[in-house]
């Protein structure tokens, strides 16, 4: 077999994590949190669309019982920098029972931390035992929220990373790695 050479698929892109990185990181994750968790059904809750992909490959590294859902929230605000202001446009179904329950949140990448402080928020109105956070990246460099993340696959300083699920205006979701998008 031949040595895979990923090639970045346009000039403006650098890469950043390489999928091998990335499953090698999620594969620990999804020990510490299976450790963590103990014998408890989870309820593990994806922020689409951005961590459909991170989701589909941690689930399949923990070793919990879990039942699964997705919300979808919007954030105003100019392309690049949400406002503050987030909605809910796809909430929890209403058969997933949240109350008492140990709620895990698996978030994408983590900016101004404004969407993630929204939701811990309007999940912690239905009364779970508690609300925990795992997001795959960690941006540092524009954060207004404090929130706590349980749990974080990779810190980046700063930059707009794109592939394995993360955007730029819809393109480049379906890329196996992660690159900065150079401006
Ligand atoms: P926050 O509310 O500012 O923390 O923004 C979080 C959302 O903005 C994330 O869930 C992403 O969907 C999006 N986002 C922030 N930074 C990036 C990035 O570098 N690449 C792709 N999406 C990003
Ligand atoms: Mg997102």
């Known amino acids: 077999m031949g040595v895979l050479v990923t090639l970045p698929p346009n000039p403006r892109m650098e890469l950043v994590l390489s999928r091998e990185t990335i ?18 059904e989870l309820v593990i809750i994806g922020i689409l669309k951005g961590a459909f ?7 399949r590294a923990l070793n919990v019982p879990a039942k699964l859902d997705f919300v979808r929230l919007k954030s105003y605000g100019s392309l690049t920098e949400s406002s503050g202001q987030v909605s809910i446009t796809k909430d929890v179904e209403p058969d997933i029972e949240l109350r008492g329950r140990k709620v895990l949140v698996v978030e994408d990448i983590v900016d101004t931390g404004l969407t993630l402080a929204f939701l811990r928020n309007h999940l912690e109105q239905h009364q779970p ?7 795959m990246i960690d941006k540092l460099e524009r954060r207004k929220r404090y929130v706590e993340l349980d749990y974080v696959g990779f810190e980046v300083a700063r930059g707009y990373l794109v592939g394995y699920g ?6 480049y979701r379906c890329l196996p790695d992660i690159y900065e998008l150079k401006v």
Do not use: N, P, T
């Open 166 to 171: 993360l955007d730029s205006a819809e393109k």
């Open 129 to 135: 035992h508690s609300v925990q956070i795992c997001a």
């Open 53 to 59: 992909i991170f989701m589909a490959d941690l689930v």
């Open 23 to 40: 499953s090698r990181r999620i594969q620990e994750l999804g020990q510490e949190i299976s450790q963590a968790v103990g014998d408890d």
